[in-house]
């Protein structure tokens, strides 16, 4: 069974600065996908980034990127330019491309506070 | 086009007794997954349920159960409420249960207490 870790359970960054949420995993299959998912307040889950495990280009989206270490299975995330809205609970989140649920694997999760 | 809606909000039961919360799927996704995310953690699959059949499970016993419509809506049923049960059980959905996309659209969840 696959396992998702976050050592990290609370982390704090002052607006404008960068800030990285780690995340390591353990799986024996080589095809799947990795996520980040923000959690605000409100509950919903919202996703910020994908990650192919075939790709070894490291995903980008506007001010979030990955660092991906496919065979350390280290998938951390960068937040660039801290906002305050970017607060919440970031949830990493592993996806096998076998079996007929594809269902996803979540670590703990990281509580992010913003300093204004 | 609608997201994912989910009710009640919040409810609470007592020890021994069953709960439906109910799950609209996002317009044109006929794929819905079901999650217990119990506080301070991170969400755990229960269920998937793809053209009102269940596709897939999780370490859950059955007495957490589940249904699909032809509409692609869905419940989740669980019987003899045990303490542990109090959670927030968020449903997703996505346009197929193989899509290569694997982004799923959450509800805002049901939050059950169990008293």
């Known amino acids: 069974a696959q396992t998702v870790t976050q050592s990290q359970p609370e982390m704090s960054v002052q607006e404008a600065e960068t800030v990285t949420l780690s995340c390591t995993y353990d799986?024996?299959?080589?095809?799947?996908?990795l996520f980040w998912y923000k959690q605000p307040p409100s509950r919903q889950m919202i996703l910020v980034i994908r990650q192919e495990a075939y790709k070894q280009q490291n995903a980008t989206e506007n001010r979030f990127s990955v660092n991906f270490q496919k065979a350390a299975k280290s998938f951390s995330l960068k937040i660039s330019d801290s906002q305050l809205g970017d607060a919440a609970m970031y949830f990493c989140?592993?996806?096998?491309?076998?079996?007929?649920?594809?269902?996803?694997?979540f670590g703990s999760g990281t509580q992010l506070t913003v300093l204004p | 086009e609608t997201g994912v809606t989910q009710s009640p909000t919040h409810l609470i039961k007592t020890r021994g007794q069953q709960v439906t919360l109910r799950c609209s799927s996002q317009s044109g996704h006929n794929t819905v997954s079901w999650y217990q995310q119990a506080l301070g953690q991170g969400p755990q699959f229960i269920f998937q349920y793809y053209r009102e059949e269940e596709n897939g499970r999780g370490n859950f016993p059955p007495r957490f159960s589940g249904l699909q419509f032809p509409n692609y809506s869905s419940e989740l049923n669980v019987n003899a409420l045990e303490l542990d049960d109090s959670a927030l059980y968020l449903c997703?959905?996505?346009?197929?249960?193989?899509?290569?996309?694997?982004?799923?659209?959450f509800g805002e969840g049901s939050r059950l207490t169990v008293l």
């Open positions: 799986t024996s299959e080589s095809d799947y996908y």
């Open positions: 997703a959905s996505r346009s197929g249960p193989y899509t290569n996309t694997g982004e799923l659209f």
């Open positions: 989140a592993y996806r096998s491309e076998t079996g007929s649920a594809r269902q996803l694997t």
